[in-house]
Structure formats: structure tokens, C-alpha cells
């Protein structure tokens, strides 16, 4: 019996992205948006210094963990849930992924699948920068005693494992090491000032709500290495997004007259890039 693969995304017509391939998408969303002067100024005011590199691609580590709670079985039971298909014996009830992502660090088998260790030494911010991403969707995740365990549980069908949670984490930790292996060279501490937190937690929203999107983003065809195509067939994987906006105030500094918008420039923003950081 062949064990399930997580997914990150599914419409309603069962189609599925993998976990991985839409964490990797809204992560290299952040790297872009990022490259913005506008908001790495913010950043860096936020930060109260400019931003390195290491700090950056640290940043893009916590953002492509910010699904690691969609590796549960109860939100992986979800891809029932758009049919009459009854949810199949063994697998518990469908579950979310945000509060429920604060198991893993309660779990020290969950957690050591992932790059802990490592990211510990990133600085004290860390840790409430990762929450904060994990909080992606507007409310911040708090513990819930709520959370049933057997959701980080194996799934189990005539007496064979068909989803495991934990061999879904240690896979999401092997692609953080593999993808992004910079983040984890020596660099300064994160920043840690709760108004980084908040600009950080926005970003990390916007992203995740950019990287979602299907025409820019198609789901992951069988096989595909997701990680070479995101720099390799920018056609596929680019959106120009209006976010520099240098070009429309210099524009309206200086209107020819009311109503008239010839003067105005032609939509412009930036190309999408994302590079492997090894």
C-alpha cells in the first residue's frame, strides 16, 4: 500500500499541489517582494540596522515553514472533503494548520525532524518570528489544548502506515537544508523588535497570498523539479507585480492636466526571481 503524499493546495475538482512545491512558492514570493527598495528600507527601520544576506535568506527559511501544519493528518484528511466520499477508516478528523503547527514544538520527534537545532543559534527572534509566520493568517496562533495528538499521528489501513506526519516534517527539514543551505552559515541574530515581527508577519501574508495564485503559480506537474523551475522558466513562474512605484509618483508629481492620463506610465513592477541559496 503506497503512503500518501502531503498537499499544500487542492481545488475543487480534486486536483493536488504538493506541500512543498506551494511552501517553496510562497517563500520565493517573500524573496521578491523583498527586493522591493520600499520594503527593504522598512525592513531595515523595523530592524533598526540594514539587513544582511544571511538575514534575508533566514527570513525565507521561516516563511517556506510557514505550512509546516498542513503535514498533520487531520488537515490531510481535508482532500475528502470536497467529495461524498466518506473520510476513509483511520484517518481522524479534518483539523486546521495554524494553532495546530505549536504541536511540533511541544514533540521532540516532530521537531527534531526539522532544522531546530540549527535555526537556534539564528538569535532569540527567532523562534516569535517563526509563530509570526505561522500566523499567516491575521490572527496569532496561540497553544490550544484543543489540538487532538492523533493528528500527528500515523495514519494506519489493514495494518500498513498510508500517511505519516513525521516522514512528511523529515522531508520539509531536508528540503530547508537543501534549498536554502546559506541560512544556515554564521550571521548576525535576527532582529527581534516587536514592530519586525509585525512588518515581517505582514509580508509573510502577502506572500502567502501572491505564491496561492494558479495563473502565476500552476500546481506541480508529476515529476517536476519545482526548485530548478522557479529560476528557469520565469514564463511559468513570474509575475510583474506593481509594488515600485517610483515611476507613477514621479508621474503624478507633475499631471498635464486633470483627467489626463497619458502621462501616466505603463504598468511596470519587477520580474519574479528566485535563485537556490547553497
Not at 488537515?75 to 475528502?80: G, L
Not at 544556515?184 to 495564485?213: C, I, R
Amino acid at each position: 500500500m503506497n503512503q500518501i503524499n502531503a498537499w499544500g493546495k487542492l481545488n475543487q475538482q480534486g486536483q493536488s499541489h504538493p506541500l512543498t512545491a506551494h511552501m517553496l512558492d510562497v517563500a520565493a514570493c517573500f524573496c521578491a517582494i523583498s527586493e522591493v527598495d520600499s520594503v527593504r528600507r522598512a525592513l531595515a527601520r523595523a530592524a533598526g540596522r540594514p539587513l544582511t544576506e544571511i538575514d534575508l535568506i533566514r527570513l525565507a527559511v521561516l516563511v517556506f515553514l510557514h505550512d509546516v501544519g498542513k503535514a498533520n493528518a487531520g488537515f490531510q484528511a481535508k482532500r475528502w472533503g470536497h467529495t461524498e466520499q466518506a473520510l476513509p477508516h483511520g484517518w481522524p478528523a479534518p483539523a486546521g494548520h495554524t494553532h495546530e503547527a505549536l504541536f511540533i514544538f511541544g514533540d521532540a520527534k516532530l521537531l527534531g525532524e526539522l532544522p531546530a537545532e540549527e535555526m537556534s543559534t539564528w538569535g532569540a527572534a527567532c523562534w516569535s518570528l517563526w509563530r509570526a509566520s505561522i500566523s499567516h493568517h491575521g490572527r496569532p496562533v496561540v497553544e490550544s489544548s484543543g489540538v487532538a495528538v492523533e493528528i500527528w499521528r500515523p495514519v494506519t489501513q489493514a495494518g500498513q502506515v498510508v500517511y505519516d506526519p513525521q516522514a512528511t516534517l523529515r522531508k520539509i527539514g531536508q528540503c530547508t537544508k537543501q534549498w536554502f543551505a546559506k541560512a544556515f552559515q554564521d550571521g548576525p541574530p535576527l532582529p527581534q523588535s516587536p514592530e519586525f515581527s509585525h512588518l515581517f508577519a505582514g509580508l509573510v501574508q502577502f506572500a502567502d497570498w501572491l505564491g496561492s495564485g494558479t495563473r502565476f503559480f500552476p500546481y506541480a506537474e508529476p515529476g517536476e523539479d519545482r526548485i530548478n523551475g522557479c529560476g528557469s522558466v520565469p514564463d511559468r513562474r513570474s509575475k510583474k507585480w506593481a509594488l515600485t512605484t517610483a515611476a507613477w509618483r514621479q508621474a503624478l508629481r507633475f499631471p498635464r492636466a486633470c483627467g489626463d492620463s497619458s502621462s501616466l506610465p505603463a504598468s511596470r513592477g519587477f520580474s519574479y526571481r528566485f535563485s537556490v541559496y547553497s
